[in-house]
């Protein structure tokens, strides 16, 4: 399958080069990577079991590409210029897999193609350019972003699993994305502003605060369509938590680079439904105004 990856930074660039394994994939990233990537190729870290390095196509331009699969990999807030940029190309199929809430709309309202919700915990940080570690070992999970099956979510699944990457096709994404948003509201504001890895949260006092945004989220998604109780978002939490206690968040890594974060797509997502609900989400609301009081004083936003 021919596949692009728009926007290989640190998951983009795990989950573009193991694909690269076993697909044709190119890599849409920044120049000193693309550059890095063109020259020698990607070298994989952490990954024992198969060659280290591959050898996808890597280019910084996204318009006028032509492939089976756009991946989409960018921070949230450039979801509609990665939308458009890919509005130039052609794909039979988009696959989002970014953090936050309301990447698919954006991409669906710009595009003529299915356009499918994923979620990854693979664990990746991009170490230099054409280096990229995996972290951890996770999960991709993705289906059409209205829940349900259907024969394009098959066929792009089939095309992970072949690349060895663990995969699962799902029919209740939407679900599945909220919960998703219920680990990122509990863990990725608190361990940023706290300077510390995705396992203090699992500890007092930094526990209370990251349960407390987790139910907030819950509760929102239950003022919609999607069924999330507070204990099932709470269990989703403790997973991730437990199971990345060592890594560093990916809004953590934003604040460590001094670059803009994606609270607006997570806490401040939560903060903007629970308004149009009538309900109060007051962790989530403090969370979100300390991430953009320091994006700004950092002149990000």
Avoid at 214 to 237: C, F, I, K, Y
Avoid at 257 to 267: F, G, K, S, V
């Amino acid at each position: 399958m021919e596949i692009v990856v728009f926007g290989a930074g640190s998951l983009g660039s795990l989950v573009g080069g193991l694909l690269a394994r076993e697909h044709d994939v190119t890599l849409v990233a920044r120049e000193a990577h693309a550059s890095a990537v063109r020259e020698s190729g990607l070298r994989l870290e952490g990954v024992a079991d198969r060659p280290s390095s591959v050898f996808p196509a890597a280019t910084t331009d996204g318009t006028g590409l032509e492939a089976d699969l756009a991946i989409v990999t960018v921070k949230s807030f450039d979801t509609p210029a990665a939308a458009d940029a890919l509005a130039t190309g052609s794909f039979d199929a988009v696959l989002s897999l970014q953090n936050g809430m309301g990447n698919e709309g954006t991409l669906a309202a710009r595009l003529e193609v299915p356009v499918l919700a994923g979620t990854a915990t693979y664990g990746a940080i991009l170490q230099a350019p054409g280096v990229v570690e995996r972290t951890g070992v996770g999960e991709i999970v993705l289906g059409p972003r209205d829940g349900g099956s259907s024969a394009v979510a098959d066929r792009v699944g089939e095309a992970i699993v072949a690349a060895g990457l663990e995969t699962t096709v799902a029919d209740d994404m939407p679900r599945r994305l909220w919960e998703k948003l219920a680990v990122n509201a509990g863990i990725n504001a608190v361990t940023a502003l706290t300077a510390t890895e995705n396992g203090a949260v699992l500890e007092d006092p930094a526990n209370d605060l990251a349960r407390a945004a987790t139910r907030e989220t819950a509760r929102v998604a239950r003022a919609g369509p999607v069924s999330l109780s507070n204990r099932e978002a709470l269990a989703a939490v403790e997973a991730v938590a437990e199971a990345t206690a060592a890594n560093t968040s990916s809004m953590h890594q934003d604040v460590l680079a001094e670059r803009r974060t994606e609270i607006d797509a997570i806490n401040g997502y939560v903060v903007d439904r629970a308004l149009e609900a009538g309900l109060e989400v007051p962790t989530n609301r403090t969370l979100t105004a300390l991430i953009r009081t320091w994006e700004r004083g950092r002149g990000l936003r």
